[in-house]
């Protein structure tokens, strides 16, 4: 969606004291998420400090947006005061300032929360980073790829060969037939 001429003027999309109560409400969101997904009575896992870090990031989008919208009801406010300047208006364009300043106070409000929350989050990723993942995701070929180095499913008999030196037949449909734990062979039945 574009954002509207700043020419033109248009009511703002909500009041200072709107934009507060939001901002409440979304800092209520995250505390209601964060308890539910870090226990108080352990240390957190790693998954939940990942959970932990999702909601947080999935509110710090949504304070942007807020932020965004906040921004563009400024700048109408302040366009609005610049052109009606003239006149016997005093009183109104002090009211006009007034409610400025209050849009501006919401701003602050809402970039003080925002500076936190990306600073919790920074915490939250070198924490995981810091724990490091036990089992690394990309560690997993994909399937008919034979690139992986020194597979644990390989019949064990040669440390880091890519194929067996078994039969050459249909050595790359080998590592489909044995998708767990079969490779021990007979002891495992």
């Keep these: 969606m574009s954002v509207a001429d700043p020419r033109a003027p248009r009511a703002p999309r909500r009041s200072p004291r709107k934009y507060e109560e939001e901002l409440r409400r979304q800092e209520l969101a995250v505390s209601r998420a964060l308890v539910q997904v870090v226990p108080t009575e352990r240390r957190p896992k790693t998954s939940e400090l990942a959970a932990a870090r999702r909601a947080l990031s999935h509110a710090l989008h949504e304070l942007r947006q807020l932020h965004q919208e ?58 995981i980073d810091r724990r490091g993942p036990r089992h690394p995701p990309p560690a997993r070929p994909p399937a008919g790829s034979g690139s ?29 037939q044995r998708p767990r734990g079969s490779s021990r062979g007979p002891r495992e039945r």
């Design 70 to 127: 906040l921004t563009v009801d400024i700048t109408q406010a302040a366009g609005r005061e610049r052109p009606g300047s003239g006149g016997g208006a005093g009183g109104a364009g002090k009211l006009r300032q007034s409610a400025l300043d209050q849009y501006e106070a919401a701003r602050d409000a809402l970039d003080e929360v925002m500076e936190r929350w990306e600073r919790r989050c920074d915490q939250l990723s070198a924490e």
């Design 148 to 176: 992986g180095s020194g597979s644990r499913s390989s019949s064990g008999s040669g440390s880091s060969s890519r194929s067996g030196s078994g039969s050459g037949s249909g050595s790359a449909a080998r590592p489909r």
